[in-house]
């Protein structure tokens, strides 16, 4: 055996587990398995996870923060302008090395997969041609999903459409767009026609960034779910951001999730920017704007929690910490439950694990050896303290460490303690 993990708990619940593993994989589970190992890790009872994986981000924009300028309105409207201006500037090399540089924080913080959309309205297919040479790097170590994303509107910029299948013909995964972004609601719900057909013709996955509005007329996720529903694309098809709906008629929601459901579509929920993003038109109260989270997954609809942004032009915080975008979903959607909050960690580790199709995901046997070491007792307590990755391991090998989370407390009348274990 090459490694084996003793005592470690599991985010299903199992306390005492020991994890066996040998070439990059997983071979057995079990409490006190009787196995010698080249090397033993003790887990000493903290939570032993599968990597966190997340579903929704930009990583052609990530740590572009202040270039040229910063967001002043802080809207999603300057933003997509402001990338606007930024685009013409962008340099192969920088891209690489900016996307290298968020890799390089993922691991460390546990994130081995990341679905980002790449904006392919560029003529000049840089950002594409600069992601696909960063998804052969990370490759060994993070399985990077690209979606073609057509920022400005596939039926509002020109080549777009062209650009897209340009895209997808150099090794892009998955079919992106932005109904709420064409030029009208009719425009809308034919760019969902034309790029779900594109998909279902080339066999390939949608996912779209769908009513980012809190504009409650906003239904492309209706004709999404229909299309979906028409093509047979059955859970191959996802609906990011969603925000109109915080917004709808209760009445039309209460029709609106069967379909979804009916049709097999994915919801992601992007927390931290919906959050920041929404509202910015109301006075008082502010809505919240995030998509209804509870209410999805008690219809049976798969929901994840992306990241979205970071240090970019439409979110100047961030640091690919998938615990803090749970920990910040669990508050918007007021999901304090015992199984919510359990919810919430589902919803950065398997749930988006599914909605991107990887295979051998999970602790147990046969599974890859992708594996993350929380400073945590259980996913509540991982999401409370955003615990540190005490090991991070890919097909079987050590790819990160960190501490335990410890101070040196020095305080009158209270015991001498220098190694005070942080809020636990
Ligand atoms: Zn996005």
Same mark, same amino acid.
């Given at each position: 055996?090459?490694?084996?993990?003793?005592?470690?708990?599991?985010?299903?619940g199992?306390?005492?587990?020991?994890?066996?593993?040998?070439?990059g994989?997983?071979?057995?589970v079990g409490?006190?398995?009787?196995?010698?190992?080249?090397?033993e890790?003790?887990?000493?009872?903290?939570?032993?996870?599968?990597?966190?994986?997340?579903?929704?981000?930009?990583?052609?924009?990530?740590?572009?923060?202040?270039?040229?300028?910063?967001?002043?309105?802080?809207?999603?409207?300057?933003?997509?302008?402001?990338?606007?201006?930024?685009?013409?500037?962008?340099?192969? $090399?920088a891209?690489?090395?900016?996307?290298?540089?968020?890799?390089d924080?993922?691991?460390a913080?546990?994130?081995?997969?990341?679905?980002?959309?790449?904006?392919?309205?560029?003529?000049? &297919?840089?950002? *594409?041609?600069?992601?696909?040479?960063?998804?052969r790097?990370?490759?060994?170590?993070?399985?990077?999903?690209?979606?073609?994303?057509?920022?400005?509107?596939?039926?509002?910029?020109p080549?777009?459409?062209?650009?897209?299948?340009?895209?997808?013909?150099?090794?892009f995964?998955?079919?992106?767009?932005?109904?709420?972004?064409?030029?009208?609601?009719?425009?809308?719900?034919?760019?969902?026609?034309?790029?779900?057909?594109?998909?279902?013709?080339?066999g390939?996955?949608?996912?779209?960034?769908?009513?980012?509005?809190?504009?409650?007329?906003?239904?492309?996720?209706?004709?999404?779910?229909?299309q979906?529903?028409?093509?047979?694309?059955?859970?191959?098809?996802?609906?990011?951001? &969603?925000?109109?709906?915080h917004?709808?008629?209760?009445y039309?929601?209460?029709?609106?999730?069967?379909?979804m459901?009916?049709?097999?579509?994915?919801?992601?929920?992007?927390?931290?920017?919906?959050?920041t993003?929404?509202?910015?038109?109301d006075?008082?109260?502010?809505?919240?704007?995030?998509?209804?989270?509870?209410?999805?997954?008690a219809?049976?609809?798969?929901?994840a929690?992306?990241?979205?942004?970071?240090?970019?032009?439409?979110?100047?915080?961030?640091?690919g910490?998938?615990?803090?975008?749970?920990?910040?979903?669990l508050? *918007?959607? $007021?999901?304090?439950?015992?199984?919510?909050?359990r919810?919430?960690?589902?919803a950065?580790?398997?749930?988006?694990?599914?909605?991107?199709?990887?295979?051998?995901?999970?602790?147990?046997?046969g599974?890859?050896?992708d594996?993350?070491?929380?400073?945590?007792?259980?996913?509540?307590?991982?999401?409370?303290?955003?615990?540190?990755?005490?090991m991070?391991?890919?097909?079987?090998?050590?790819?990160?460490?960190?501490?335990?989370?410890?101070?040196?407390?020095?305080?009158p009348?209270?015991?001498?303690?220098?190694?005070?274990?942080?809020?636990?």
């Amino acid at each position: 055996m090459d490694v084996v993990i003793r005592n470690a708990n599991l985010a299903d619940g199992q306390q005492g587990v020991d994890v066996a593993i040998e070439q990059g994989r997983i071979v057995a589970v079990g409490p006190r398995l009787a196995v010698q190992a080249g090397r033993e890790v003790d887990a000493d009872g903290d939570l032993l996870s599968t990597p966190f994986v997340d579903a929704h981000f930009h990583m052609d924009a990530t740590l572009s923060y202040g270039l040229p300028r910063v967001n002043a309105s802080g809207t999603l409207l300057e933003g997509i302008a402001l990338w606007g201006e930024l685009k013409p500037h962008l340099t192969q $090399q920088a891209l690489i090395e900016r996307a290298l540089q968020y890799c390089d924080w993922a691991v460390a913080r546990g994130l081995l997969a990341i679905r980002s959309h790449v904006d392919i309205c560029d003529d000049r &297919l840089l950002a *594409v041609e600069a992601l696909l040479e960063v998804k052969r790097r990370v490759a060994p170590y993070l399985d990077l999903q690209l979606v073609a994303f057509p920022q400005d509107g596939v039926l509002r910029a020109p080549n777009a459409l062209i650009n897209l299948k340009r895209a997808i013909g150099m090794g892009f995964d998955v079919v992106g767009g932005i109904p709420h972004f064409e030029r009208t609601m009719a425009d809308g719900a034919e760019s969902v026609r034309i790029l779900c057909e594109y998909a279902a013709d080339q066999g390939l996955m949608v996912d779209m960034h769908c009513d980012e509005s809190d504009d409650p007329m906003s239904r492309h996720i209706e004709t999404l779910a229909y299309q979906s529903n028409r093509l047979g694309l059955h859970g191959r098809v996802t609906g990011s951001h &969603l925000t109109s709906m915080h917004s709808m008629d209760n009445y039309y929601v209460s029709k609106l999730l069967p379909l979804m459901r009916e049709a097999g579509v994915n919801a992601i929920a992007n927390p931290l920017i919906n959050i920041t993003l929404q509202g910015r038109h109301d006075s008082y109260p502010k809505r919240r704007g995030m998509t209804r989270v509870p209410e999805l997954l008690a219809a049976g609809i798969p929901v994840a929690f992306g990241h979205d942004c970071v240090m970019d032009p439409w979110y100047s915080l961030g640091s690919g910490d998938m615990l803090e975008v749970a920990h910040m979903g669990l508050h *918007v959607a $007021q999901m304090t439950g015992q199984e919510a909050m359990r919810d919430c960690f589902r919803a950065v580790t398997s749930t988006p694990a599914a909605i991107l199709g990887l295979q051998g995901y999970g602790v147990a046997p046969g599974c890859h050896a992708d594996l993350v070491l929380l400073d945590a007792a259980d996913p509540v307590e991982a999401i409370r303290l955003r615990a540190a990755r005490r090991m991070v391991m890919r097909r079987g090998k050590i790819i990160a460490e960190s501490p335990r989370a410890h101070a040196r407390l020095s305080l009158p009348g209270r015991p001498d303690s220098v190694n005070f274990r942080l809020n636990r």
